[in-house]
Each structure stands twice: as structure tokens, then as C-alpha cells.
């Protein structure tokens, strides 16, 4: 069974930084791209950032360009986003999406963790 | 404002037939796969359709998918109460090399 369990969601005031991970397990993490997704409260759904099973193919959002980091350690499996600069903005639920069946298809979802960026 | 349109609300009675509507463009619907998504309140996501009218095995047959263009089409027929929820479509951009969603779409069942 695949599953997808994000953590190091929380409150944090604008401008800090927080760190978000998503363990994953039941599938060939090491294969498979991965991605951040993101809803703000009563929003819709908005893609993130991605990067493919080596690392070597990495893109973001432009709302988040030059503030968020998408890494991933495929021995932990475990994919991570760090999030600097924060913005009030950015306050939303994070979940992490797979790609396992299909490119550019998020095929399983973590349960999702919550970010409030507030003072 | 999302690059993917889809319409903000749709109904229809139980046992009907709905059909919820995904445009795009050339670099993104027309030139990638576009998948589907149903959120239920207070819920993750959940993959409905991808590679544009594929199902994965647990989603009954009710629910299809199809592309024509730059537009995509979810249907789903003999509606149910509990197909009460949001949808999404998504497909990526060749050009902006970026991840899409469509705004989303109410569906009530009256």
C-alpha cells in the first residue's frame, strides 16, 4: 500500500522559514518524480514545485521561485520542501503527490499539513 | 487565475449524467496528459483519470475522461450524493515547464 505522511507543518511569522517532509513508503521511491502541492484556505488546488528520481530535473512555481527548495534523499525516501521568506500567502495546506503511474499525473496524496504564516 | 478553465459550478439529480469541462492550450491540454482529480470536503485529492481516459482499477467505470484539442471533458454518470465534491483538472505545461491545475468545479447533486 503506498503511502505519503507529511510533517514540520505550523505556524511561523512572516519571513522565517520552515522545512516540510514527506515520508513515503509501498512504492520504488527512487524512480518515481515527486511533488509539493499546495491549497490555500477555501482555494483550489496549486501545483508547487517537482523534481524527478535523480535530482537532476527540478521546477517551481513562480510564486515560489528563489524562496523554496524541493530536495529528496531516495535512501530515507523521503522528499522534502524548505520554505524561506515566507509570505502570508503561502499559508495553505502542503501535500506531497507522486508520480507513479504515469508522468505528470499525481497518482497518490499524502493526508496534507497545514503552513500559517502569521504575526 | 488559473491557466486551466474549468467552469466554478455544475449539478445535476441523482442518476443523472454531468460533464465538467477542462481548456487549456496548445503547450499544456493539447500537447501533455490531462488527469482529474476529486476532492471530497476535508479531504486529499484523489486521482480519478489520467493519460486523459484511463481509470485506475478502483475507480468504478461511472467516471470517464476524454481530450479534444485544448479541451478536456470529465463525465460522470448515474450520479450519486456522494460524488458530491470539487474536481480538478491537470496537465503540464511544455512551454512554462510548470504543473497546472484547472480553478476547480463544484458538483452538487441535487
Known amino acids: 500500500e503506498v503511502q505519503l505522511v507529511e510533517s514540520g507543518g505550523g505556524l511561523v511569522k512572516p519571513g522565517g522559514s520552515l522545512r516540510l517532509s514527506c515520508a513515503a513508503s509501498?512504492?520504488?521511491?527512487?524512480?518515481?518524480?515527486m511533488n509539493w502541492v499546495r491549497q490555500a484556505p477555501g482555494k483550489g488546488l496549486e501545483w508547487v514545485s517537482s523534481i524527478d528520481g535523480s535530482s537532476g530535473y527540478i521546477c517551481y512555481a513562480d510564486p515560489v521561485k528563489g524562496r523554496f527548495t524541493i530536495s529528496r534523499d531516495n535512501a530515507k525516501k523521503s522528499l522534502f520542501l524548505q520554505m524561506n521568506s515566507l509570505r502570508a500567502e503561502d499559508t495553505a495546506v502542503y501535500y506531497c503527490?507522486?508520480?507513479?503511474?504515469?508522468?505528470?499525473?499525481?497518482?497518490?496524496w499524502g493526508q496534507g499539513i497545514l503552513v500559517t504564516v502569521s504575526s | 487565475q488559473s491557466v486551466l478553465t474549468q467552469p466554478p459550478s455544475v449539478s445535476a439529480a441523482p442518476g443523472q449524467k454531468v460533464t465538467i469541462s477542462c481548456s487549456g492550450s496548445s503547450s499544456n491540454v493539447e500537447k501533455n496528459y490531462v488527469s482529474w482529480y476529486q476532492q471530497l470536503p476535508g479531504t486529499a485529492p484523489k486521482l480519478l483519470i489520467y493519460?486523459?481516459?484511463k481509470r485506475p482499477s478502483e475507480i468504478p467505470d461511472r467516471f470517464s475522461g476524454s481530450r479534444s484539442g485544448t479541451s478536456a471533458t470529465l463525465g460522470i454518470t448515474g450520479l450519486q450524493t456522494g460524488d458530491e465534491a470539487d474536481y480538478y483538472c491537470?496537465?503540464?505545461?511544455?512551454?512554462?515547464?510548470?504543473?497546472?491545475f484547472g480553478g476547480g468545479t463544484k458538483l452538487t447533486v441535487l
Open positions: 491537470a496537465a503540464w505545461d511544455s512551454s512554462l515547464s510548470v504543473g497546472m
Open positions: 493519460e486523459n481516459n
Open positions: 509501498g512504492f520504488t521511491f527512487s524512480t518515481c518524480s
Open positions: 503527490a507522486s508520480e507513479v503511474v504515469s508522468p505528470s499525473t499525481y497518482d497518490y
